[in-house]
């Protein structure tokens, strides 16, 4: 049976948390994951680091690791002190996941979130040699930690890498690492692919990780847009065993809703209660359509 986790930018405004409060709460909720950020945890001391992955564990929430990177860690920087700048970045992400008993990487992490092309371009591959250039490098780590190293399908408004299954399955073809895998996401899939099937079955084994929300980044639900028989059945098809993690975001303000572009009450003025309610139909309703 697939883990369900849920990212903690959704219960949140801003990204620094009380890490230890939100295990409560994802537990309380009936997730099996929390999905976790770099940057806030890069602030706290390793001490404080070690008691929420111990606290994690006591009550056996597994932590994972989602990224955007941030324009001055770009991974495909033509600045080559950008890309070494964006290599240590995430090799200290990847002792910090040891040090919290980790491995999986993800989200985007091969260039940087929210910036894209800025005028009309036909070819992209000096972007790519960068970037993958730099995620060879990375990959010597994540092999040695053990960590897998998610590459994310993002839609065309939030990166120009990869924007498609087909690119994506390329991209990691040139890295050639067996720890870098694949993070396909339903709402930006919902903007890219032709068909959610299609895309998941095209991918198969090289799946690592699989993010879910609505069209509009509601939490899954059972009156949504999204075809969750379909998306199920495709994952059970290529026998998929990885982690299931939502990734809706639903109210404005803050950095996170200044991040996520929410610059509307998705939420229909949702109390937190509300709000845990929502996440609690979710996690009921894919763990019935994920069960073989």
Known sequence: MNKIGIHFGYFNSDWDTDF?????????IGFDILEVAPAPLMKLSKEERQNIADYAGQNGIELT????LAKEYDLASQESKVRKAGIQFTLDTFEIMKEMGSNMYSGV?????????????????KEWKYSIQSVKEIMQSAEEKGITFAVEVVNRYESS?????????????????????????TYHMNIEEDSFYD???LVGDKLGHFHVGEANRRPPCPEGRMP?????????????????????FIKMGGEVGRDI??????????????????????????????RR
Request: charged share 30%; glycine share 6%; net charge negative.
């Open 65 to 68: 690791f989602s990224v955007g």
């Open 228 to 248: 969750w028989d379909e998306i199920a059945g495709a994952l059970k098809e290529i026998n998929y065993g990885g982690a299931v993690v939502m990734e809706p």
């Open 109 to 125: 992490d091969i260039g940087a979130w929210n910036q894209t092309y800025l005028y009309g371009v036909t070819d992209k591959s």
């Open 20 to 28: 230890i409060r939100q295990i409560d709460q994802v537990k309380r």
């Open 161 to 185: 890498l990869v924007n498609t299954a087909e690119e994506a399955l390329e991209y990691i073809s040139r890295v050639d690492s067996p720890n870098c895998k694949i993070l396909l996401d």
């Open 199 to 201: 895309a998941i079955k």
């Open 261 to 290: 572009k929410v610059w509307r009450d998705i939420s229909r003025k949702a109390s937190m209660d509300e709000m845990e309610q929502y996440v609690g139909v979710s996690v009921k309703m894919l763990r019935e359509k994920l």
